[in-house]
């Protein structure tokens, strides 16, 4: 005579929980955080960011202190922005965030939990909005707290050669605003392209080549042959449109920005507040 078990099924709490796209940003927040390479890749940002902000400002500061004639040269040039102190580490900055938007969608690839990511979420576009959320809110802001750290720390710097960012000129706030923007962009590409390779080193490879490596030769075509169609071409270029926002301002300190320049950018002096812009140099 055998006897036949009759132990209880395991009920899931959650089993009546509905999926909404709330829940979906709370997991995709948690599971971010819970990555080691998250924190690594977002320190390695912040510290990018203000370390080429601060490097950048000593090494001029430096320079000019024992060659005033530099700094006459420069200003009789056009000057440099003060902005570009500032946002001097945001190539480099968005080549990580770069990493992180691809780590965010292959790293679950990799580990086959996108499988249960799926499973809750079966129609799969709400996990790539709450993904694409999580990076963006993540990306922007830590890009935008090491842009106003670098502000703080090169402003004693900058300041003792009448040399300072005002706050109150619109064009220098949208180059501040536009390294955590054009960052964004960048992070979020490369998720889209992790989402379709599905491999770590493949999206950051593709990322960079269009995102730096592209524009650099096309514009180095561009600038040393003048042709039309390399001019063509950088303009169209994806790194072309969010640079845009920050080298409008610093115009010709971006890889091919001479084909992407505007026909008349606006030159500030160096020394003095710089809302006191000049007239269009061209």
Not at 164 to 170: I, K, Y
């Amino acid at each position: 005579m055998s006897t036949v078990s009759t132990a209880p099924m395991f009920t899931s709490p959650y089993a009546s929980t509905k999926v909404t796209f709330p829940r979906l940003l709370r997991s995709e927040w948690r599971k971010l955080w819970s990555l080691r390479s998250t924190w690594w890749v977002l320190g390695v940002t912040f510290v990018i960011m203000v370390g080429f902000a601060l490097l950048f400002s000593l090494a001029f500061t430096s320079f000019v202190s024992g060659n005033p004639e530099a700094m006459a040269a420069a200003d009789e040039a056009g000057g440099i922005p003060p902005t570009t102190f500032v946002v001097a580490g945001y190539s480099f900055g968005a080549l990580v965030a770069a990493s992180l938007g691809a780590i965010a969608i292959t790293g679950e690839y990799s580990t086959g939990q996108i499988r249960s990511s799926l499973s809750a979420a079966p129609t799969r576009l709400p996990v790539l909005w709450a993904k694409l959320t999580v990076v963006a809110v993540v990306t922007f802001v830590v890009i935008a707290v090491s842009t106003a750290i670098a502000y703080l720390v090169t402003h004693p710097i900058l300041s003792s050669h009448d040399i300072s960012v005002d706050l109150s000129d619109g064009e220098q706030v949208r180059s501040l605003l536009g390294a955590p923007l054009y960052a964004t962009v960048v992070a979020l590409f490369a998720l889209a392209v992790g989402a379709l390779l599905r491999n770590t080193p493949g999206a950051i490879v593709t990322v960079v080549a269009l995102f730096f490596l592209v524009p650099t030769i096309i514009g180095t075509i561009a600038g040393a042959t003048g042709a039309a169609w390399a001019e063509h071409i950088n303009k169209w270029l994806p790194s072309a449109a969010g640079e845009r926002i920050i080298t409008a301002f610093t115009s010709g300190s971006a890889p091919g920005a001479r084909a992407a320049a505007p026909p008349a950018p606006c030159r500030c002096s160096t020394r003095g507040p710089a809302s006191a812009c000049c007239a269009p140099t061209r």
